[in-house]
């Protein structure tokens, strides 16, 4: 079994040292990290190939061209995020600074899924690298031949004893999660984040949770069909459905319905060709587990489209399922695959009902141009995220942040947000100790009396707060005008010194 304790040991004395808290030394490590990937971007290629059957286009979008531009868009920013923040102050601050430093955690612990086996992991990493933490990084062993290019090539270009890659599976997890740790960021299933958030408690470690769930996508009769059936199925088809934000299942009317099977007919002879398995543009399911869990899950309802598979390829042809029922399994558990059920209903309220009866999503997507319709979705219903009229599109903008809400997850990441996930923001107040001050404060000393007690009562009562740009501004002024006056007074002093002589 293994042992982490070194490990463990050595960042933690990487993080006691403070060399971390350097923003240059977190700049270095993160444009490292940067030309790992553009050095590497063919074997990151190859290897997510090698474990999905990704196509190249897919990879370079979703993984080593989203890094990058994570890690560029850390790089802009980072000067400014680091800095201190000085809020508002009340009246009785006025003379006090108040502060909110920016503090790395310490030693945190990041855990990757599958799915997409780099970014899941790197993103994290790099926002925790940029708020000054020492990172362990914990790979998902399923997706094998990534794991393998993290732990061999990750080390090449980040400091070792700060940023150490651990591997192994479930059981290595378990013995690493009995460490004490400063953070957890845990991306994989519901099932499994209950197990680290359990582990977590020991030491109450704050923890956040990036888990999956099913994401409803509802379509209304107001949309351009054909659009919209694109964009459900890219956002259903890109890594063979593997996705934890891929639309789970449609819910529209069923005429609506009717039209979208014979759109998505069309789109996918279009983008795939008559031979969908021979089309190099389709991953396959990760594994013979998740494959059989799949055919499983096609027996529910009735195969409106596709259907087909291959076991030996680990192949499902892109399959819609109509007549599905609310309790059938494929309605039940998160599909991650490339099967879309269809479940029809009368209206938005029937929608909106149905969703509210099931966990939390991830995200909700919602095709329409009504905006009645869309505020009945924005103010009825809770989940991670919304997307309107898209798929997959929200989670590449980084200035929102990614995250569930209930069984979905808990925090979020990606930009600033990412940045802020593992920041301890550790707040101080440094009292002004002029007379003045003093005076006014010691009203807070024993003896009490009535007459202190309103005088507290008036220092510490919520006014308007006054923007420090004005407090300066009123300095200013006030400098200004005494400068006049008591330049006034001495030049008619000077005067009248003159004309007595
Ligand atoms: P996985 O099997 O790769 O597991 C994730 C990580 O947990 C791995 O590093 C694995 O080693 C570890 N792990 C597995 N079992 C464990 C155990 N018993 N104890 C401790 N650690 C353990 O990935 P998965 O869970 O199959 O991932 C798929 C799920 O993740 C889906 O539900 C998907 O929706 C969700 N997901 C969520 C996001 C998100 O950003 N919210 C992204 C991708 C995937």
């Known amino acids: 079994m293994a042992n982490f304790d070194d490990t463990l040991q ?55 061209e989203f890094m990058k531009n994570d890690i560029k868009h850390i790089l802009f920013h980072l000067n400014d995020w680091v800095k201190a923040d000085r809020p508002e102050k009340s009246f009785v601050n006025m003379l006090d600074d108040v502060q909110v430093y920016n503090d790395p955690f310490g030693v945190v612990l990041v855990i990757g899924a599958w799915n997409y086996p780099l970014q899941l992991l790197l993103v994290p990493v790099a926002a925790a690298i940029a708020a000054g933490n020492c990172v362990v990084l914990k790979p998902s062993e399923i997706a094998g031949n990534c794991a393998k290019f993290i732990a061999e090539t990750i080390p090449k270009y980040l400091d070792n004893d700060c940023y150490p890659v651990v591997c192994g599976g479930p059981s290595e997890t378990a013995e690493l999660l ?8 845990y991306t994989g299933s519901t099932r499994v984040g209950k197990i680290i958030h359990a582990a977590a408690n020991n030491y109450l470690t704050p923890t956040t949770l990036e888990l999956g769930g099913k994401s409803p996508c509802y379509i209304d009769k107001s949309v351009e069909l054909r659009t919209a059936v694109k964009r459900i199925l890219w956002g259903k088809l890109i890594n063979c459905g593997q996705t934890c934000i891929a639309p789970d299942y449609v819910l529209c009317s069923k005429e609506v319905q009717d039209k979208f099977v014979e759109e998505a007919r069309d789109v996918l002879k279009e983008w795939y060709g008559e ?61 991650f695959g490339p099967i879309l059920p269809i479940y029809t209903v009368e209206n938005a309220y029937d929608a909106i009902k149905f969703i509210n009866a099931r966990e939390n999503p991830l995200v909700l997507y919602i095709f329409t141009t009504e905006t009645d319709v869309l505020d009945l979705f924005v103010n009825g219903t809770q989940s991670g995220g919304m997307c309107v009229n898209d798929t997959i599109m929200h989670y590449a903008v980084d200035t929102i942040p990614f995250g569930g809400v209930g069984m979905s997850g808990m925090g979020s990441y990606h930009g600033k947000f990412g940045f802020d996930t593992f920041t301890h923001k550790k707040s101080c107040l440094g009292k002004n100790l002029a007379a003045i001050g003093e005076k006014m404060a010691s009203a807070r000393y024993p003896p009490y009396s009535d007459r202190k007690a309103s005088l507290l009562s008036f220092l510490l009562r919520k006014r308007r707060p006054l923007p420090n740009l004005y407090l300066s501004h009123v300095l200013a002024v006030g400098l200004g005008v005494g400068l006049t006056v008591l330049a006034n007074y001495y030049l008619q002093v000077r005067k009248g010194k003159l004309l007595s002589r």
């Open 10 to 64: 050595r960042a933690r004395l990487a993080f006691a040292s403070g060399k971390t808290r350097n923003v240059s030394f977190r700049r270095k490590q993160l444009e490292n990290l940067l030309r790992c990937y553009e050095e590497h971007e063919n074997e990151i290629i190859s290897a997510l190939e090698a474990d999905l059957r990704r196509p190249k286009q897919e990879s370079l979008i979703v993984e080593t």
């Open 275 to 335: 031979s969908i398995q021979s089309s190099p543009d389709l991953s396959r399911i990760i594994n013979q587990n998740n494959f059989q869990r799949l055919l499983g899950l096609m027996k529910s309802g009735r195969v409106a489209l596709g259907g087909k598979y291959d076991v030996s390829e680990k192949f499902i042809e892109p399959t819609i399922l109509v007549d599905v029922k609310p309790d059938d399994p494929i309605m039940e558990e998160e599909i």
């Open 178 to 185: 009995k460490q004490r740790f400063d953070y957890i960021f």
